[in-house]
Structure formats: structure tokens, C-alpha cells
């Protein structure tokens, strides 16, 4: 019985529902101290004094530490994997604790006490004096020749990048029209149901132990030995369960420091953990772009020449810096095809929280842009926006100019075509867009593309290790973190459909540890069914040759004529059942001339990725005295390639639509002109509600992917993409007014609405 393809309960939903699964703050560690972090109150400048007394003489207090305490080292935070070449490297801009303080929430000092509440105590009573800079909150600002550095020696620019594809003046010359407009998308912050927490200590070696909510375990041990200036092997990072990450994750927030603090306190326990307000400053955020956009297009609707601008403010710290911007150029160029192509990204320092990896890795801003203005190009030569797509989408077989990536499968087509269907376009277009006085109803659609994996602008390795038990089970382990998305649920579909056992007969380890787990660069980039998946199955393979060769000497039956199905040894191709699975393995275990339990370990260097794709189409209703939008009706249509459990990827799809509604609608970081949050709560910061979210509709059509290990393609970022610029475009279309900037707020509206003489 095959199980790809199949629903299959999520291995880790008994665990999660009855409390059994243990996650950072449910580890009780005897003799845990806590630590509590001064954070910076001004958004630029530099600490002049900073009185520690008061706080060192709190009872209860074990230490107290100040930039003057910690090693000297900048580091980088960035989940990325390690590359000899520095040219290609993180930018390392980091300390454990600064004097000279780049946002409102920079870490200044650190408390450590025998409980919570009296580091609290102690850190109100640190004194702190401030010689404050003008804070620089706009690329604008950022830029001007007279700013000061946030960075010394960068002229607050984080990094550069660039491509042109084909020859543009000509493609210029071949278009018969040119439009040109800007975009801007906002910051927005994870809000993931678990805050980031860690706990350090030393173990009777003097080796550092990290347990932690980490999406990337391998590289976060890599980044705490670049911080205290030690060899990565003298640490060891665990990731127990995790409550959520979204990316925010995928950067070292807590640990670094973390694994310092216990060295202070001589190897005791100590944990650094986030409340909700820090995590929407002192974690991580979603970068705001803005673009510029200039298209070339013939009579007929054939595109031409296109032409990216992009600045993206990164705030404070690099993190994952131009890597954003650069995916932006990237994804642009993946999704329709031209004759010229050009981009140029540049990303900004600024004294606002820093930016990094968030669901989409800048794919949503930039699919923002790219969607709307696709849309106000159909609208201005009067094409149907879908079938304008239609006639540029890149077919199977094309070529990346840059990366040089083929198009293997892609089912965009298909998605249109579906997602018009589903939605009833042709009908809905041509009925009245005045529903009452002061509503009006309008259709919208949007596309996207993804990749799978990061190759090749970075190394993509995974490893997957399978020990066959004696009753024929088998304990799956990987390096690849469970963050919640169900990728233990399809590892363990995977590794029993290639071995031909029952789910049920694969044990999945969900915890990762540096010392013990295969190496994996960690839960990012919609990377792990894909990349990992290619691991387990090497595995499963090699794991089900051996039994077979074992089972031949068992049986005189050679290997190639056997099989296992449903943990049986079967003849091929009758089924007949020679014995069970469970017989071999406990022969291989217990037999005194020819023991040799199975074991397989497999670790992929994936040299390859494949493309998703997919489209959003919706119908709003569009309220023009209160600015209110209504979703009425609303489908995403997905190429994942096959799909590996049905039901895991309908929570995918249902949890990125989710995402894409509140960051058209309703989120929005805001900050006063100190830098200085406006927002920074669950009250405040307007995340969608169960009574806010519409009834979503889903499709996947399912296009066999061949360099995915079973047809598969990314799944895990694409649906948050395109729902912004699609419910954008039905507002155009309802009202004939064009936003150009997100969030699409009340407020928003209604101002425009009211300049435009609707209200």
C-alpha cells in the first residue's frame, strides 16, 4: 500500500494535543537561572554611562553583564549555511551587548537571578545615560551624504545587486507601450505562538549545551561559536518541539547570548527567553520595499522588456541582508518571460528592528508589485488580466538566463484556468461592480512563483539516518526541524512508501541535536520535502537493498525478484508473501554466524530545484464610506507537484492565505519619528481574528515534478504570496482607484476615496 499521496494522521498530533510534547519553556531544569536584557530606549547613539551597582546588590542577583564583559566578536545572525569565501559570507555586525545602540530595543546589558522577577527588579534600577544621534528611519534619511553611519564604513548600505538579461534597449525599441509605477509594501512582524526562549549550560566536559526554539540547529551552533570566539564543536545545540517560527527562527536571537551567560555563571543553567513586546523588536521582521517598476509591451500584449528597482530597508543589523532584495530580482524574473530583463536591489541600514527572513523571503513584496502592475497593464490596453498572463507565463522548458534553472513542470496554466472556473470570472466580470449607494464588488487575481531550496545561490545539503529495529520498525531520524508545518508526517510517508512498510512502522525522532542528528541546514526556503525528502528516500532505498540481499541468503530467493509491501517479503510481480519483514530483521539482529542489524545514513548535496507556482483569485466587496473590504469569495490555486498528504498541505495553504489577508488588510508596524514603536503588542498590532477570516477555498493541480524525490515541489511559503496584490486588484476593480501601497487600512481607502470624489 503506497502512502504518498495518502492522508495520514500528523505523527505529532497526540503529543501536541494532550500536552505530552515538551517545548523550550516546558523543560524543567533544576538550578535554572534567568536572565533578563537591558534594551536600548533611544533608536541611535551611544551608551555614556551605564551604573550597574544598584543592580549588582539585589538579592537574588548572580550576575550582572555589560558590553565591557563580552567577547569581542561581530558575528552574523543569519540562517544561512557557511561559505569559506568571506566575499559570499553573512555580514558579521553583531556583538552580545553594545554601547553604541542602533534601534529602540538594542541590547545594552544583561541580568541573571535566581528567578525572573528579580532580574526584572534589578534591571530597572541600571542607570543610563545617553549621547543620542538623529534617529534614520528612511532609505531617504539613510542615504543623505551628511547622515551619520549606523555601520561604520558602509554608508548605511547593507549591499548591492544587479542582473540584466538580453539586450534592453531593444526590447525598448519592440514595445508599442511603456508603463512605469512604484509599490511599497510595509513591515509586519511573525507572531509566531512561541516566543523565542533558549536555556544554556555546560556539561561535565565544559562543552556548551543550547536547547532552543531554533529552526536551524547545525547553523546555530556554527553562529554561537563565531560569537564567544570558540570551536563549533565545544557546543551543542537541541531543538525540542517548536511552536512556530515563520522564519523569525531562522536567525540566532537568544542563543548567542544565552550560551555566554552560563560561561558567566560558571556553567549553571541559564535561559534568555523573549516577552510578546520584545518579539516585535529585538527578534526579527518583514523587510518594506519599494519598487519601481518599467514594462515594455506590444499591441497584441506580449511583454517585451521589464525593469526592477528595489530598496529595502533592513533596519538595525544585516541579518539576511541583500539575500532578500536579491530573491525579489530573482522570483520577477521567474514568473513571465520577455525579451530583456534588469533589476537593481539595494538594501538600506536604518535605526528600525532589523528585517530578516519572514514566510516568503521577499517574494510577497515583490509579487505585490510585480501582480498589480500586471493587472493595471491588462486594464490599460483592455486584456482580460488572466488571459494577459496567460499569453506570458513561461512554458515548460525554459531557462533561468541567470541561474540557469530549467522550468521541468509547471501547472500555472492550469491554476488560471481553474481559479477562473472556480471563482466564475467571465460571469462575475460582467455584472454590475454597484451592489448599494455605497458599496461596489470587484474581481481580482494575482499570480506567483517559488523555488524549492536555495540552490544555486547557496550549498543545500541534507541527511537522513534509518535504523531497522527487531520487530521490523524502523527509527527515521533527520536534521530537518519540525516547526509545525508536518514535515515529520511526510518523512515518515515517505520513508514507509519507499521501504513498503505501514506508516505506523516508522518511528520519526522530532527532536534535533547537534551531536547526534544528521546534518541539515534547517526548516527554511520550502526546502525540506524537497531537499530532505531526496535524503530519506537515498536512505529508505539503501536501508530496503540490504534487507533484500539479507533476505536472499535468508531464502535462495534472489533480491530482484522480491519485494516488500506492507512489511512483507513478497515475490515479484504475484505478491505471493514469503515471510515477514519482521522475521528478517530479527535474524539480522540475533543470528550467531550472519548478525548484521540494518542501518542506513544518507547525507544529499541537492544540486538541483524546481519551480512552484500558483495564482490567488478573489471577490471583495468594497464598503466606500468606512473603507471596509470584505472578502466574499476567494480560492489560491497551487503547483506543488504531486502532493504528499492532502490534508497537511490544505493546512499549508489555509495557514499562508491566513498570513496573505492580514498583510494586505490589516498589519502594520508602526513608529513614531524617534524610532520609537507605536504597536509593538497583540492589542495594538491588528493580527486577523477567527471572526475576521473568510471561508478559504484551495485547488492543487499536480504536474509530476522529475527532480523532486516523489514528483514534489515547495509548498510551505508560496500561499501567502499572492493574496495581497489579488485582493489590491479586486479594490481596482470595484472602484476603479489604484493602491499602490499596503496595508490596504480603512484609512487608506476613505482618504482615497474621498479624493477621487466616490464619498
Same mark, same amino acid.
Given at each position: 500500500?503506497?502512502?504518498?499521496?495518502?492522508?495520514?494522521?500528523?505523527?505529532?498530533?497526540?503529543?501536541?494535543?494532550?500536552?505530552?510534547?515538551?517545548?523550550?519553556?516546558?523543560?524543567?531544569?533544576?538550578?535554572?537561572?534567568?536572565?533578563?536584557?537591558?534594551?536600548?530606549? =533611544?533608536?541611535?547613539?551611544?551608551?555614556?554611562?551605564?551604573?550597574?551597582?544598584?543592580?549588582?546588590?539585589?538579592?537574588?542577583?548572580?550576575?550582572?553583564?555589560?558590553?565591557?564583559?563580552?567577547?569581542?566578536?561581530?558575528?552574523?545572525?543569519?540562517?544561512?549555511?557557511?561559505?569559506?569565501?568571506?566575499?559570499?559570507?553573512?555580514?558579521?555586525?553583531?556583538?552580545?551587548?553594545?554601547?553604541?545602540?542602533?534601534?529602540?530595543?538594542?541590547?545594552?546589558?544583561?541580568?541573571?537571578?535566581?528567578?525572573?522577577?528579580?532580574?526584572?527588579?534589578?534591571?530597572?534600577?541600571?542607570?543610563?545615560?545617553?549621547?543620542?544621534?538623529?534617529?534614520?528611519?528612511?532609505?531617504?534619511?539613510?542615504?543623505?551624504?551628511?547622515?551619520?553611519?549606523?555601520?561604520?564604513?558602509?554608508?548605511?548600505?547593507?549591499?548591492?545587486?544587479?542582473?540584466?538579461?538580453?539586450?534592453?534597449?531593444?526590447?525598448?525599441?519592440?514595445?508599442?507601450?511603456?508603463?512605469?509605477?512604484?509599490?511599497?509594501?510595509? !513591515?509586519?512582524?511573525?507572531?509566531?505562538?512561541?516566543?523565542?526562549?533558549?536555556?544554556?549550560?555546560?556539561?561535565?566536559?565544559?562543552?556548551?549545551?543550547?536547547?532552543?526554539?531554533?529552526?536551524?540547529?547545525? =547553523?546555530?551552533?556554527?553562529?554561537?561559536?563565531?560569537?564567544?570566539?570558540?570551536?563549533?564543536?565545544?557546543?551543542?545545540?537541541?531543538?525540542?518541539?517548536?511552536?512556530?517560527?515563520?522564519?523569525?527562527?531562522?536567525?540566532?536571537?537568544?542563543?548567542?547570548?544565552?550560551?555566554?551567560?552560563?560561561?558567566?555563571?560558571?556553567?549553571?543553567?541559564?535561559?534568555?527567553?523573549?516577552?510578546?513586546?520584545?518579539?516585535?523588536?529585538?527578534?526579527?521582521?518583514?523587510?518594506?520595499?519599494?519598487?519601481?517598476?518599467?514594462?515594455?509591451?506590444?499591441?497584441?500584449?506580449?511583454?517585451?522588456?521589464?525593469?526592477?528597482?528595489?530598496?529595502?530597508l533592513n533596519g538595525a543589523y544585516a541579518s539576511h541582508g541583500q539575500s532578500i532584495v536579491n530573491n525579489c530580482g530573482a522570483k520577477y524574473r521567474q514568473l513571465y518571460q520577455q525579451q530583456a530583463i534588469s533589476y537593481q536591489g539595494t538594501t538600506v541600514y536604518t535605526n528600525l528592528?532589523?528585517?530578516?527572513?519572514?514566510?516568503?523571503?521577499?517574494?510577497?513584496?515583490?509579487?505585490?508589485?510585480?501582480?498589480?502592475?500586471?493587472?493595471?497593464?491588462?486594464?490599460?490596453?483592455?486584456?482580460?488580466?488572466?488571459?494577459?498572463?496567460?499569453?506570458?507565463?513561461?512554458?515548460?522548458?525554459?531557462?533561468?538566463?541567470?541561474?540557469?534553472?530549467?522550468?521541468?513542470?509547471?501547472?500555472?496554466?492550469?491554476?488560471?484556468?481553474?481559479?477562473?472556473?472556480?471563482?466564475?470570472?467571465?460571469?462575475?466580470?460582467?455584472?454590475?461592480?454597484?451592489?448599494?449607494?455605497?458599496?461596489?464588488?470587484?474581481?481580482?487575481?494575482?499570480?506567483?512563483?517559488?523555488?524549492?531550496?536555495?540552490?544555486?545561490?547557496?550549498?543545500?545539503?541534507?541527511?537522513?539516518?534509518?535504523?531497522?529495529?527487531?520487530?521490523?520498525?524502523?527509527?527515521?531520524?533527520?536534521?530537518?526541524?519540525?516547526?509545525?508545518?508536518?514535515?515529520?508526517?511526510?518523512?515518515?510517508?515517505?520513508?514507509?512508501?519507499?521501504?513498503?512498510?505501514?506508516?505506523?512502522?516508522?518511528?520519526?525522532?522530532?527532536?534535533?541535536?547537534?551531536?547526534? !542528528?544528521?546534518?541539515?541546514?534547517?526548516?527554511?526556503?520550502?526546502?525540506?520535502?524537497?531537499?530532505?525528502?531526496?535524503?530519506?528516500?537515498?536512505?529508505?532505498?539503501?536501508?530496503?537493498?540490504?534487507?533484500?540481499?539479507?533476505?536472499?541468503?535468508?531464502?535462495?530467493?534472489?533480491?530482484?525478484?522480491?519485494?516488500?509491501?506492507?512489511?512483507?517479503?513478497?515475490?515479484?510481480?504475484?505478491?505471493?508473501?514469503?515471510?515477514?519483514?519482521?522475521?528478517?530483521?530479527?535474524?539480522?539482529?540475533?543470528?550467531?554466524?550472519?548478525?548484521?542489524?540494518?542501518?542506513?545514513?544518507?547525507?544529499?548535496?541537492?544540486?538541483?530545484?524546481?519551480?512552484?507556482?500558483?495564482?490567488?483569485?478573489?471577490?471583495?466587496?468594497?464598503?466606500?464610506?468606512?473603507?471596509?473590504?470584505? =472578502?466574499?469569495?476567494?480560492?489560491?490555486?497551487?503547483?506543488?507537484?504531486?502532493?504528499?498528504?492532502?490534508?497537511?498541505?490544505?493546512?499549508?495553504?489555509?495557514?499562508?492565505?491566513?498570513?496573505?489577508?492580514?498583510?494586505?488588510?490589516?498589519?502594520?508596524?508602526?513608529?513614531?519619528?524617534?524610532?520609537?514603536?507605536?504597536?509593538?503588542?497583540?492589542?495594538?498590532?491588528?493580527?486577523?481574528?477567527?471572526?475576521?477570516?473568510?471561508?478559504?477555498?484551495?485547488?492543487?493541480v499536480e504536474p509530476y515534478e522529475p527532480t523532486g524525490p516523489y514528483g514534489n515541489k515547495s509548498l510551505g511559503e508560496p500561499p501567502a504570496v499572492s493574496p495581497a496584490p489579488a485582493i489590491r486588484n479586486a479594490v481596482l476593480d470595484a472602484t476603479g482607484i489604484k493602491f499602490n501601497?499596503?496595508?490596504?487600512?480603512?484609512?487608506?481607502?476613505?482618504?482615497?476615496?474621498?479624493?477621487a470624489g466616490l464619498i
Open positions: 500500500m503506497t502512502s504518498v499521496g495518502k492522508n495520514i494522521p500528523r505523527v505529532d498530533a497526540v503529543a501536541k494535543v494532550t500536552g505530552m510534547a515538551k517545548y523550550v519553556d516546558d523543560h524543567l531544569v533544576h538550578g535554572l537561572l534567568y536572565a533578563r536584557i537591558l534594551r536600548s530606549s =533611544i533608536a541611535n547613539g551611544l551608551v555614556t554611562t551605564l551604573d550597574i551597582s544598584k543592580a549588582q546588590r539585589v538579592p537574588g542577583v548572580v550576575a550582572v553583564v555589560t558590553p565591557d564583559d563580552v567577547p569581542p566578536h561581530t558575528f552574523p545572525t543569519a540562517g544561512h549555511p557557511y561559505h569559506k569565501d568571506p566575499a559570499h559570507q553573512d555580514v558579521a555586525d553583531r556583538n552580545l551587548l553594545t554601547r553604541r545602540v542602533r534601534l529602540v530595543g538594542d541590547e545594552i546589558a544583561a541580568v541573571v537571578a535566581i528567578d525572573a522577577l528579580t532580574a526584572e527588579k534589578a534591571l530597572a534600577l541600571i542607570d543610563v545615560e545617553y549621547e543620542e544621534y538623529p534617529p534614520l528611519l528612511t532609505a531617504e534619511a539613510a542615504l543623505k551624504p551628511a547622515a551619520g553611519e549606523i555601520h561604520i564604513g558602509t554608508g548605511n548600505i547593507v549591499g548591492r545587486g544587479s542582473y540584466e538579461a538580453g539586450n534592453m534597449q531593444a526590447a525598448l525599441a519592440a514595445a508599442d507601450y511603456r508603463f512605469e509605477d512604484s509599490f511599497a509594501t510595509q !513591515s509586519v512582524a511573525h507572531c509566531a505562538l512561541e516566543n523565542h526562549s533558549a536555556y544554556a549550560y555546560q556539561d561535565g566536559a565544559g562543552r556548551i549545551v543550547v536547547v532552543s526554539s531554533t529552526q536551524i540547529p547545525h =547553523i546555530c551552533r556554527r553562529i554561537i561559536g563565531q560569537a564567544l570566539g570558540i570551536p563549533w564543536g565545544r557546543i551543542r545545540v537541541i531543538k525540542p518541539y517548536v511552536g512556530g517560527g515563520f522564519g523569525s527562527k531562522q536567525d540566532t536571537v537568544v542563543e548567542p547570548l544565552a550560551a555566554f551567560l552560563t560561561t558567566v555563571v560558571h556553567g549553571r543553567p541559564v535561559k534568555v527567553e523573549l516577552t510578546r513586546e520584545e518579539t516585535f523588536i529585538a527578534s526579527r521582521v518583514r523587510h518594506a520595499i519599494r519598487f519601481h517598476l518599467k514594462t515594455g509591451v506590444t499591441e497584441s500584449g506580449t511583454l517585451t522588456a521589464r525593469e526592477l528597482t528595489a530598496i529595502s528592528p532589523t528585517a530578516g527572513a519572514m514566510r516568503g523571503y521577499g517574494v510577497p513584496q515583490v509579487m505585490f508589485a510585480l501582480e498589480c502592475h500586471m493587472t493595471d497593464i491588462a486594464r490599460e490596453l483592455g486584456l482580460d488580466p488572466v488571459e494577459f498572463r496567460l499569453k506570458n507565463i513561461v512554458p515548460p522548458g525554459w531557462q533561468d538566463p541567470v541561474s540557469g534553472i530549467v522550468v521541468q513542470s509547471t501547472g500555472l496554466r492550469d491554476c488560471l484556468l481553474k481559479g477562473k472556473e472556480l471563482i466564475q470570472w467571465d460571469k462575475k466580470q460582467a455584472t454590475a461592480k454597484i451592489v448599494a449607494s455605497n458599496k461596489r464588488r470587484g474581481l481580482g487575481m494575482a499570480c506567483f512563483t517559488y523555488a524549492s531550496g536555495t540552490y544555486p545561490v547557496a550549498l543545500e545539503i541534507a541527511g537522513a539516518r534509518i535504523v531497522m529495529n527487531e520487530d521490523g520498525t524502523v527509527q527515521l531520524q533527520v536534521g530537518a526541524t519540525e516547526i509545525g508545518q508536518g514535515s515529520d508526517t511526510v518523512f515518515t510517508q515517505m520513508a514507509a512508501d519507499t521501504l513498503g512498510i505501514l506508516p505506523s512502522m516508522v518511528h520519526i525522532i522530532s527532536e534535533q541535536d547537534t551531536d547526534v !542528528s544528521p546534518v541539515d541546514l534547517g526548516s527554511y526556503a520550502s526546502r525540506q520535502t524537497y531537499v530532505t525528502g531526496m535524503a530519506v528516500r537515498k536512505a529508505a532505498e539503501e536501508m530496503k537493498a540490504k534487507v533484500l540481499d539479507y533476505t536472499w541468503g535468508m531464502t535462495g530467493i534472489p533480491a530482484q525478484s522480491m519485494d516488500i509491501v506492507d512489511g512483507w517479503l513478497v515475490v515479484k510481480p504475484g505478491g505471493e508473501k514469503i515471510l515477514p519483514l519482521a522475521d528478517v530483521a530479527l535474524d539480522a539482529h540475533t543470528n550467531p554466524v550472519h548478525c548484521q542489524p540494518f542501518t542506513a545514513e544518507v547525507t544529499n548535496n541537492a544540486r538541483v530545484n524546481a519551480f512552484s507556482y500558483g495564482a490567488t483569485f478573489v471577490e471583495v466587496d468594497v464598503d466606500l464610506a468606512t473603507g471596509k473590504v470584505d =472578502i466574499l469569495d476567494i480560492y489560491n490555486l497551487h503547483d506543488a507537484g504531486r502532493i504528499i498528504n492532502p490534508q497537511l498541505a490544505a493546512g499549508q495553504v489555509h495557514g499562508g492565505m491566513s498570513m496573505g489577508l492580514g498583510y494586505a488588510l490589516y498589519e502594520q508596524l508602526l513608529f513614531d519619528d524617534k524610532g520609537r514603536p507605536l504597536n509593538a503588542n497583540l492589542l495594538d498590532y491588528k493580527l486577523m481574528t477567527a471572526l475576521d477570516t473568510p471561508e478559504f477555498g484551495i485547488g492543487f501601497e499596503l496595508p490596504l487600512t480603512p484609512e487608506r481607502l476613505v482618504t482615497r476615496f474621498k479624493a
